[in-house]
Structure formats: structure tokens, C-alpha cells
């Protein structure tokens, strides 16, 4: 065993008898928040932003998570690798990662706690550098080891904060959150539909006559509660009922909302003209468009930090997201694609059916690579000699020789 276990050891044994790494972590988790204007919660109301939040997230989330060694190999049974597929009671592995990655997009910053065999998303984290450079965190006073958490940041130009929507779209986020409220909330209302009593006299709070006038009028309408019900209010001289029209003007909220919500997805990372267009003429691209652009970035912070959460920084082992970026494209481009691998010879049959979501026969014939039409096995020289002279390959031979 390490000194890094052994140290590791002594803070987890530590903490259980005293209690307060589990106090401290519980409170944190079940009680963060944030004290931004537009909070993750009013975010994720608005359906453009919450879409894309969505499309980066689950590329995320279905990303397989390997360890491999220095050469680049993978393995299977690191310890790692349990908990990262089973890290705590309360969330499976996908929704960690999820919630991990739409944290890291819109607070800049998340911070993941290994505790022993779990791990955890603390929040109300406060981070410094000491008098040496050395990361400190504490939640509420309470300092947490080095070796237990990691912060992960959505770099700026801070090295100790990260920048997220919620801070880089501030301004945008409150005025598109407040444009589609007031709009939704007039819609709610009926249209804060109104009526303006015209009188040629003027009005007398102490004239019962004009009183009982304007409170009849007043029953008339707000009796109307269905869209069948009319309604016939006579006035006499010198009355006139007009229609008030709404102070909020939906076109220019919606041509508001049509410039100002695009910008939020700049926020991150992505340009939503190139992927809405991508998305409607080539979905494939799209996603590759949104790997590259927003996806990959991520993946590549996430394997860094975490590769050193768990293995420490003098490890050559690496935590890896690998993404297939076939899952999000149609079965029939994924058919095509199959169809000309096998013809041109860079893959067996057996990765086309899994591509395809058949069974792998798992047999030396359909785990061979094969080159163009007649399926002839590249490293299988008399195969290739055959496949030119269509005999048992004498004849290749025999032309040599008399050459």
C-alpha cells in the first residue's frame, strides 16, 4: 500500500469518528445553491436552452468510461471503474455525469468529492491558493483533504473560478427569462384583456347614479367566463365603452426572444444558427458539430481532473470518455456506413453488427478484416494470391518465375 493510502486511510478513519466529513459533505449536497439572479432552475425553463443543455449533457452521459494504462491500454478491473459505474446511493452513473456536466455549464465549476468508494458533487465549495499555491477547500469552515476533491473549471480568464452561463449570460438570461415570463403570464391571464369607460360628464364618486352605472357595467363583464356567453350592455348619452390594447407587444418580445436566445448558446460554446441548420439538413454533421464544438472540451477536463482524483498526479493511469458518435445518427446512414466498410476493407463483420445492434458471431471468419468485394482476408497472403488468379495460387508463382 501507497503512503498516498495510507494518508487517505487515516482521513477516512478519521472522519468516521468524528463525524463532520459526513456532516459536512450531507449539508453541502442535499443544501447547495446559488445566489445568482437566474438560477439553474429558471434556466432550464426556457426549452432552446434547455434542449442544447440536453444535447451536450447526453452525449456526455452515454459516453463509455474506461481506465487505461500508460501504453493506452485498457483495464477492466481497476477499482476505479466500480465506483465511477455505482458512485453513490442516490444517483446511478449516467445521472452523476449528467449532473456533473450541466453544473460545469452553467455555475463554470463543479466540484466532485471521492470519499472513499463514493463520490459526491459538493456545492458551496470555497476555493483558495495558499502562501505556496496550493488549493485549499472548505465548506462551511470545514477544510476538505486535497486528495478528496477536485475543481473543475470552465476556464476563464480566472485560474481559480470558472465561468458559466449563469455568470458569462447574465445580462442576456435575466432579460430573455423576464421577456418569456411576461409574455406566458399574459397568456395566463386571458390576454389582460381591458376596457376603458368613456363618460362625457365628469366622474363623481359621490354620484349614485353614475356609481350604480359603472358597477353594473363592471358585473356584465366580468360575469363573462365562457367564450359561448354574450353580453349586452346598453348605455345611455354620453357613454362609450372602447377596448384597452395590451401594453406588452408580442412581436417585439418575440423578435427580442429570437435574437437575444440564440446568443445563450454562444454561452456554450455553440452557435445555434449552424447547428439548427446542421440538425434539419445533415444530422450527422450536427452531431460531430456539437462533439467537437462543445462535447470534446468537456470530456477532455472531466479525464483530467478525475484521472487524478483517483490515481493521484505521479500515476501514468487515465480515466477516458469514449463516445461513439454513431448513436446519434439515423439506422440508415449507419447502414450505408456498414456496407462500405466491409467493401473497402477497414473493419470486420462483427463491428458492423454491433454497429448495427446485431449479435457479434464471434468467430474467426467474422472477426478478420477483409478487403473489397471477394471478402479476402488481408494478412492471409495465399487468400490475396487466390482472389487475383481465381486458382489455388500456382499460377502467380509459376508467372514470377518466368519473369
Known amino acids: 500500500m501507497g503512503l498516498r493510502d495510507k494518508v487517505s486511510n487515516f482521513v477516512y478513519k478519521y472522519a468516521e469518528k468524528r463525524g463532520w466529513f459526513e456532516n459536512m459533505l450531507g449539508g453541502s449536497i442535499r443544501f447547495g445553491g446559488s445566489n445568482m439572479i437566474a438560477s439553474d432552475e429558471d434556466i432550464l425553463q426556457s426549452s432552446d436552452v ?3 443543455l440536453q444535447d451536450i449533457s447526453n452525449q456526455m452521459m452515454l459516453a463509455d468510461i474506461i481506465v487505461e494504462d500508460e501504453q493506452g491500454n485498457e483495464l477492466k478491473f481497476d477499482s476505479a471503474l466500480n ?19 450541466n453544473q460545469y455549464l452553467l455555475q463554470g465549476e463543479v ?11 459538493a456545492t458551496g465549495v470555497y476555493a483558495e491558493l495558499s502562501d505556496q499555491l496550493v488549493p485549499q477547500y472548505s465548506i462551511s469552515g470545514q477544510v476538505i483533504p486535497n486528495n478528496m476533491i477536485r475543481h473543475i473549471k470552465n476556464i476563464g480568464s480566472n485560474h481559480l473560478n470558472g465561468v458559466g452561463i449563469l455568470q458569462l449570460g447574465k445580462n442576456t438570461l435575466n432579460g430573455v427569462m423576464s421577456a418569456e415570463k411576461v409574455l406566458t403570464g399574459k397568456y395566463q391571464k386571458g390576454g389582460l384583456l381591458a376596457f376603458l369607460l368613456k363618460l362625457d360628464a365628469n366622474i363623481n364618486p359621490k354620484n349614485a347614479a353614475q356609481s350604480m352605472l359603472v358597477n353594473a357595467i363592471l358585473d356584465q363583464l366580468e360575469g363573462i367566463d365562457d367564450s359561448r356567453t354574450v353580453k349586452m350592455i346598453t348605455l345611455g348619452k354620453g357613454y362609450e365603452i372602447d377596448t384597452l390594447e395590451s401594453p406588452i407587444n408580442d412581436e417585439k418580445i418575440l423578435s427580442y426572444l429570437n435574437v437575444y436566445k440564440k446568443d445563450l448558446g454562444k454561452f456554450l460554446g455553440i452557435n445555434v444558427d449552424t447547428y439548427t441548420a446542421l440538425t434539419k439538413s445533415d444530422f450527422e454533421k450536427a452531431m460531430m458539430y456539437l462533439h467537437n464544438k462543445g462535447v470534446k472540451p468537456i470530456m477532455k477536463n472531466f479525464e483530467d481532473h478525475l484521472s487524478l482524483l483517483f490515481f493521484g498526479p505521479k500515476s501514468k493511469k487515465r480515466i477516458k470518455f469514449k463516445i461513439n458518435v454513431l448513436d446519434f445518427v439515423t439506422y440508415s ?3 450505408n456506413i456498414g456496407y462500405n466498410i466491409v467493401r473497402t476493407g477497414i473493419t470486420s463483420p462483427d463491428n458492423v453488427a454491433d454497429m448495427l445492434g ?7 471468419e467474422t472477426q478478420a478484416i477483409y478487403i473489397s468485394n471477394d471478402l479476402s482476408k488481408i494478412m492471409d497472403k495465399k487468400a490475396t494470391d487466390n482472389s487475383l488468379k481465381g486458382g489455388d495460387g500456382n499460377e502467380q508463382k509459376e508467372g514470377n518465375a518466368d519473369s
Do not use: A, C, W
Not at 90 to 101: D, P
Not at 358 to 364: A, D, E, L, S
Open 50 to 52: 434547455y434542449e442544447l
Open 83 to 101: 465506483t465511477l459505474r455505482n458512485p453513490n446511493f442516490y444517483l446511478t452513473s449516467s445521472e452523476f455525469i449528467k449532473l456533473m456536466t
Open 111 to 121: 466540484f466532485p468529492v471521492l470519499d472513499g468508494s463514493r463520490m459526491h458533487i
Open 333 to 335: 446512414t449507419k447502414t
Open 358 to 364: 446485431f449479435p457479434k458471431q464471434n468467430t474467426p
